[in-house]
């Protein structure tokens, strides 16, 4: 009987290993190929969720806002991995966050890459950045590049950000995330970081200092009466943040109680029940003027009369939400609205 060689014994050994460690890792591993994969909250019920599944579409979460979602496994209720917590961003609207698909957000891992604690969008004017409460440190949320930055993350590179997500929409609004590379220049490493260079930075910075310029423009041109029926007169314009001027209106009889007309760009409108979800108050009257819905909040109620004066009318106009605070009662008031629309639309 002919010997096999020994060199041919020891060949055939190594693939029989080789296949022996590819069925074993084939058989226990739990993880599966990537694929789009649609976007479940469930955590958050401040959002109201058509789908009882948790699917997001995009109408239902508002620009200048956040929450946190879990991919790529959101089912996994208990022992959760916070490496598969993600923070999903809808940009203020002066950066798009109106455009009524994908590119109106953002989502990046919830971990931070140097204290590994979970970061937060803040949507304040004149804040607008992701923050991380443990160590302070500050991310810019259009491009996830970091501004501040304290103790030592793992990825040393000169331009770091947040690992994020690439995000799509179906012809249904719903949000899904497309699959990540999760490397170092691609989608980034969860709690080390993303490498990105400066031209992508300098390109989102430009995108930003470029609205900017558009909002002061269009808040400039903004068309603010000299004066009121009521004899209340123009005195000072002040800035209330970055997209919200106050023009306050003095009467001559100081009895008389100033007006302040609170305008602030938006380039949006609402409907009339979204107006009302967001902005009524106890006693407040839903009304029309050529087709625009005003909410009229009354200020003070003597309750044994039952007069409401002091009212506040909000509205939105021509891309502006626009509040009037005066000391009308709701007639009048709604007369000075009248002459303020004729004002800004002629």
């Known amino acids: 009987m002919k010997k096999i060689p020994q060199n041919i014994l020891f060949l055939i050994g190594c693939v029989v290993i080789v296949l022996a460690v590819v069925v074993v890792f084939g058989v226990f591993s739990t993880s599966t190929p990537l694929s789009r994969q649609a976007i479940h909250i469930h955590d958050d019920t401040s959002l109201r969720l058509?789908?009882?599944?948790?699917?997001?579409?995009?109408s239902e979460m508002k620009p200048n806002s956040m929450t946190w979602f879990w991919y790529p496994d959101p089912d996994r209720f208990k022992d959760r991995d916070?490496?598969?917590?993600?923070?999903?961003?809808?940009?203020?609207?002066?950066?798009?966050?109106?455009?009524?698909?994908?590119?109106?957000?953002?989502?990046?891992?919830?971990?931070?890459?140097?204290?590994?604690?979970?970061i937060k969008?803040?949507?304040?004017?004149?804040?607008?950045?992701?923050?991380?409460?443990?160590?302070?440190?500050?991310?810019?949320?259009?491009g996830g590049h970091v501004m501040q930055i304290y103790g030592n993350p793992v990825l040393v590179s000169k331009n770091f950000?947040?690992?994020?997500?690439?995000?799509?929409?179906?012809?249904?609004?719903?949000?899904?995330?497309?699959?990540?590379?999760?490397?170092?220049?691609?989608?980034?490493?969860?709690?080390i970081g993303r490498a990105i260079t400066q031209q992508e930075i300098d390109v989102t910075?430009?995108?930003?200092?470029?609205?900017?310029?558009?909002?002061?423009?269009?808040?400039?041109?903004?068309?603010?009466?000299e004066?009121?029926?009521?004899?209340?007169?123009?005195?000072?314009?002040?800035?209330?943040g970055f997209r919200t001027k106050i023009a306050?209106?003095?009467?001559p009889d100081t009895k008389q109680f100033a007006i302040l007309l609170?305008?602030?760009?938006?380039?949006?409108?609402?409907?009339?029940?979204?107006l009302w979800d967001e902005e009524s108050k106890s006693r407040s009257q839903l009304v029309e003027f050529n087709g625009i819905p005003i909410v009229a909040i009354p200020n003070s109620v003597n309750y044994v009369s039952d007069i409401h004066d002091d009212y506040t009318f909000i509205f939105y106009n021509n891309g502006f939400k626009i509040s009037l605070h005066t000391n009308q009662k709701l007639d009048s008031g709604l007369k000075l609205v009248e002459e303020l629309l004729e004002f800004v639309n002629k």
């Open 248 to 251: 306050d209106y003095v009467h």
């Open 121 to 142: 969008y803040w949507p304040e004017e004149g804040r607008r950045r992701i923050e991380d409460s443990c160590g302070g440190n500050m991310y810019e949320p259009v």
């Open 50 to 58: 058509s789908n009882p599944n948790g699917l997001l579409k995009i």
């Open 227 to 240: 004066q009121f029926s009521t004899g209340h007169k123009l005195t000072h314009i002040n800035d209330d």
């Open 82 to 118: 916070a490496y598969e917590k993600f923070l999903l961003i809808r940009l203020p609207d002066y950066l798009g966050g109106t455009v009524n698909d994908a590119s109106a957000f953002r989502a990046y891992s919830a971990l931070d890459p140097s204290s590994h604690c979970i």
């Open 262 to 274: 609170y305008y602030e760009y938006c380039n949006c409108t609402k409907t009339k029940e979204l």
């Open 161 to 191: 950000a947040l690992p994020y997500l690439e995000l799509s929409s179906d012809e249904n609004g719903y949000l899904y995330v497309e699959p990540p590379i999760f490397t170092e220049y691609k989608n980034g490493v969860i709690g």
């Open 205 to 225: 910075s430009k995108f930003i200092a470029a609205r900017e310029k558009q909002i002061t423009e269009i808040m400039d041109k903004f068309p603010v009466p």
